[in-house]
């Protein structure tokens, strides 16, 4: 494994007032607002009140991210809108979430159906609603982020949900935000929205999360790791299981894009937002079972070269060191994880996979295959 290099990032501190706000389990989630002060704005900066209501549009919301970020929203005063295809509920109650607050919340979130490819109809129900500020969530390619720009020319901040994916593969690690990215990235058509973004005008804002993770994950992060451990069954992990990753709370990144309405200090700024820690894959499997009371788990190594997977994919995360600083989203926005790893794992276990409800079955077919190798050199 090549060798990595850390470098800690400083930034200045800013003076915050503190403010909470009730989340769906009754406990307290800890919001940064910024301090108001008159301060000089740079060039194109339109400046947004965050204290004011807001007619904000959420592209998605109804997957995972915005799920979280709308009721954020919504408990705030904005008057919120998703705009979906229609193919899932707009509302439905959270596991952990009151009678009370899911009503609230439901009577209050407003639905915008269309199809966000379908450019000619995001031009024409946009203009017509005229939104102060779009959360995009589910954009992936520029194309599908310019006609939003054009529809709204009185737009005040458009806040938009990249990755930090689309850092170059680096031995100088963790990637902060001024890391040179990779334009042949899988991620590449969010890198080519953030330039599409700065070339506007726009006063825009740019969150790159790593791994995300949490309550109604759609992607396997940890209940892949949930279900081999309910299963009884060893957790094959490439190569030495040191590699080290990040993960970042659902709940976190939604706070994270709270905090950069209507900040000024937020304008035209990329952040980077995850788990104050890193983990490394072993280390992951052993926070899985430690979150879901399991006892501790054995783990199997494999080199992936002596496999044909063919389009399976054996284990969720890259098989290398990939995370990330968080300081300046620290510094600059006055924002911090409230989860440590374990507590998030054990939050996501208790509110989803541990009540039964997960996205995708379980699927053993590539460990068979690592196990079967495995016995086969012992005999």
Same mark, same amino acid.
């Given at each position: 494994?090549?060798?990595?290099?850390? /470098?800690?990032?400083?930034?200045?501190? #800013?003076?915050?007032?503190?403010?909470?706000?009730?989340?769906?389990?009754?406990?307290?989630?800890?919001?940064?607002?910024?301090?108001?002060?008159?301060?000089?704005?740079?060039?194109?900066?339109?400046?947004?009140?965050?204290?004011?209501?807001?007619?904000?549009?959420?592209?998605?919301?109804?997957?995972?991210?915005?799920?979280? /970020?709308?009721?954020? *929203?919504?408990?705030?005063?904005?008057?919120?809108?998703?705009?979906?295809?229609?193919?899932?509920?707009?509302?439905?109650?959270?596991?952990?979430?009151?009678?009370?607050?899911?009503?609230?919340?439901?009577?209050?979130?407003?639905?915008?159906?269309? =199809?966000?490819? =379908?450019?000619?109809?995001?031009?024409?129900?946009?203009?017509?609603?005229?939104?102060?500020?779009?959360?995009?969530?589910?954009?992936?390619?520029?194309?599908?982020?310019?006609?939003?720009? =054009?529809?709204?020319?009185?737009?005040?901040?458009?806040?938009?949900?990249?990755?930090?994916?689309?850092?170059?593969?680096?031995?100088?690690?963790?990637?902060?935000? #001024?890391?040179? &990215?990779?334009?042949?990235?899988?991620?590449?058509?969010?890198?080519?929205?953030?330039?599409?973004?700065?070339?506007?005008?726009?006063?825009?804002?740019?969150?790159?999360? &790593?791994?995300?993770?949490? +309550? *109604?994950?759609?992607? +396997? &992060?940890?209940?892949?790791?949930?279900?081999?451990?309910?299963?009884?069954?060893?957790?094959?992990?490439?190569?030495?299981?040191?590699?080290?990753?990040?993960?970042?709370?659902?709940?976190?990144?939604?706070?994270?894009?709270?905090? #950069?309405?209507?900040?000024?200090?937020?304008?035209?700024?990329?952040?980077?937002?995850?788990?104050?820690?890193? #983990?490394?894959?072993?280390?992951?499997?052993?926070?899985?079972?430690?979150?879901?009371?399991? +006892?501790?788990?054995?783990? &199997?190594?494999?080199?992936?070269?002596?496999? =044909?997977?063919?389009?399976?994919?054996?284990?969720?995360?890259?098989?290398?060191?990939?995370?990330?600083?968080?300081?300046?989203?620290?510094?600059? !926005?006055?924002?911090?994880?409230?989860?440590?790893?374990?507590?998030?794992?054990?939050?996501?276990?208790? !509110?989803?996979?541990?009540?039964?409800?997960?996205?995708?079955?379980?699927?053993?077919?590539?460990?068979?295959?690592?196990?079967?190798?495995?016995?086969? /050199?012992?005999?």
């Amino acid at each position: 494994m090549a060798k990595m290099m850390i /470098l800690q990032q400083h930034q200045p501190s #800013v003076s915050l007032l503190t403010s909470s706000l009730s989340d769906f389990n009754g406990a307290k989630l800890h919001l940064q607002v910024q301090y108001k002060r008159k301060v000089q704005q740079p060039k194109g900066a339109l400046y947004v009140s965050a204290s004011s209501e807001k007619k904000i549009l959420i592209m998605g919301g109804t997957r995972f991210i915005g799920v979280f /970020l709308s009721r954020l *929203l919504v408990k705030e005063g904005h008057q919120v809108t998703l705009f979906t295809r229609g193919k899932s509920p707009i509302a439905k109650q959270l596991p952990g979430e009151s009678d009370q607050d899911f009503a609230d919340f439901s009577s209050k979130i407003l639905h915008l159906k269309g =199809d966000r490819k =379908d450019y000619d109809f995001v031009k024409s129900s946009l203009s017509a609603e005229g939104f102060d500020v779009v959360y995009d969530i589910n954009g992936r390619e520029a194309e599908e982020v310019e006609p939003i720009i =054009d529809a709204l020319p009185k737009l005040e901040q458009y806040i938009y949900c990249s990755s930090a994916g689309v850092y170059l593969k680096s031995d100088i690690l963790p990637h902060c935000e #001024v890391d040179a &990215v990779d334009p042949k990235s899988r991620h590449k058509g969010k890198l080519e929205t953030e330039s599409l973004l700065q070339s506007k005008g726009v006063n825009w804002t740019s969150i790159r999360p &790593v791994y995300i993770y949490g +309550p *109604l994950n759609y992607n +396997p &992060v940890e209940e892949w790791f949930f279900h081999r451990l309910k299963a009884g069954r060893p957790i094959p992990v490439p190569n030495s299981g040191i590699q080290i990753s990040q993960l970042g709370h659902v709940k976190d990144l939604a706070t994270a894009f709270i905090n #950069v309405l209507g900040n000024e200090k937020a304008s035209r700024e990329i952040f980077n937002i995850s788990g104050d820690k890193y #983990v490394t894959f072993d280390g992951l499997a052993r926070a899985c079972a430690k979150a879901g009371g399991f +006892p501790e788990p054995e783990i &199997v190594h494999y080199n992936p070269k002596e496999f =044909d997977f063919g389009k399976k994919k054996a284990f969720p995360f890259r098989d290398q060191h990939f995370f990330a600083s968080v300081e300046k989203a620290k510094h600059v !926005l006055g924002w911090k994880p409230e989860f440590d790893l374990v507590e998030g794992l054990t939050d996501s276990y208790n !509110l989803d996979f541990g009540r039964g409800t997960f996205r995708k079955e379980a699927d053993f077919t590539t460990d068979d295959m690592i196990l079967s190798k495995k016995l086969v /050199l012992q005999s």
